[in-house]
């Protein structure tokens, strides 16, 4: 007979990485999980999972075997809920940075809740990274080179590190790179293109650092810009709505950029089992080939 309690406990266990979790989450106890287990790799001749302490890891027939029966065993689960009237929820917890969450990912949220009813999203808002073995997130839209050991990664979006201003500071296309150094220059310390790299990449030299205005926060950056106080140098990721609505103008003649990667999709490999955070990358993904199929083209 098809062993569909040791099958549960096999999906609860891999989907947590734990064998209390999921001892917890289900009802019984660790040791009862543990007998689960043993019997279903008895029954299948194979084994599933080795312990690492507390946690768990799937061999190479547990990865098979969890891909082979995940959508089944969450269709099971919905179909069992729905029959006692019951609407089933997962949460999933997003960290990223407060101008990454307010700037572009807050005003696209609503697309995902609409397609994933049954999901709850926590986003938390944060420039500080995630260790997942200690903090419960599931997924984080992480700042910074993309080389972090051990996790999975998967970039977001090239973005375009541009000059801008308010347009009552100076019109689109209106001055040169030289005249910048007659304003003052707003930065966000944590940037990863910083003015003075800017303007080595022109062939000018840095100006005085005496007019500078700097933030450990890119969306005050761009507040500060749209406030008329200076001129910024931030990714266009990052002001796509005050570009669009015209708070904020390229005020070069000739728009020299440069073309980074700074924001990445971060967590451990073995969170893509969990078929919120692969609904989560595939949706934020193709919103961010969307955005980049959008942007206009400029000059290098």
């Known amino acids: 007979m098809t062993p569909f309690r040791a099958i549960s406990v096999f999906y609860h266990?891999?989907?947590?990485?734990?064998?209390?979790?999921?001892a917890e989450q289900l009802g019984v106890t660790?040791?009862?999980v543990s007998q689960q287990l043993r019997a279903l790799?008895?029954?299948?001749?194979?084994?599933?999972?080795?312990?690492?302490?507390?946690?768990?890891?799937?061999?190479?027939?547990?990865?098979?075997?969890?891909?082979?029966?995940?959508?089944?065993?969450?269709?099971l689960i919905r179909a069992t809920?729905?029959?006692?009237?019951?609407?089933?929820?997962?949460?999933?917890t997003i960290r990223a940075t407060p101008t990454v969450s307010t700037k572009w990912l807050l005003p696209r949220l609503s697309g995902f809740l609409e397609a994933n009813p049954s999901i709850d999203v926590r986003l938390?808002?944060?420039?500080?990274?995630?260790?997942?073995?200690?903090?419960?997130?599931?997924?984080?839209i992480r700042h910074g080179t993309g080389r972090w050991p051990g996790l999975h990664i998967l970039p977001l979006a090239e973005e375009s590190f541009i000059p801008v201003c308010a347009p009552q500071l100076a019109q689109g296309a209106s001055i040169g790179p030289e005249d910048l150094v007659d304003h003052r220059l707003i930065q966000s310390l944590k940037a990863q293109v910083q003015w003075p790299a800017w303007f080595a990449a022109q062939g000018l030299p840095a100006p005085n650092t005496a007019r500078r205005?700097?933030?450990d926060r890119s969306h005050m950056a761009v507040d500060a810009a749209v406030l008329g106080l200076g001129m910024a140098l931030e990714s266009?990721?990052?002001?796509?709505?005050?570009?669009?609505?015209?708070?904020l103008v390229q005020p070069l003649r000739e728009a020299p950029l440069i073309r980074i990667t700074t924001q990445w999709l971060v967590c451990p490999p073995a969170n893509l089992r969990r078929s919120r955070v692969r609904r989560f990358i595939d949706w934020v993904t193709a919103e961010?080939?969307?955005?980049?199929?959008?942007?206009?083209?400029?000059?290098?």
């Open 13 to 22: 266990v891999a989907t947590l990485n734990s064998v209390m979790a999921a």
């Open 30 to 32: 660790a040791s009862a």
């Open 41 to 75: 790799e008895a029954q299948l001749g194979t084994v599933l999972v080795t312990r690492q302490g507390r946690r768990i890891r799937l061999t190479e027939a547990g990865e098979r075997y969890f891909e082979l029966i995940s959508d089944q065993v969450e269709g």
């Open 81 to 92: 809920e729905t029959m006692r009237g019951a609407r089933t929820t997962a949460k999933l």
């Open 124 to 140: 938390d808002g944060t420039n500080e990274p995630t260790d997942f073995a200690r903090d419960p997130v599931d997924l984080e």
């Open 213 to 215: 205005l700097s933030f």
């Open 236 to 247: 266009t990721l990052m002001m796509e709505s005050e570009l669009a609505a015209g708070k």
């Open 288 to 300: 961010a080939h969307s955005w980049q199929a959008a942007q206009p083209m400029q000059k290098d």
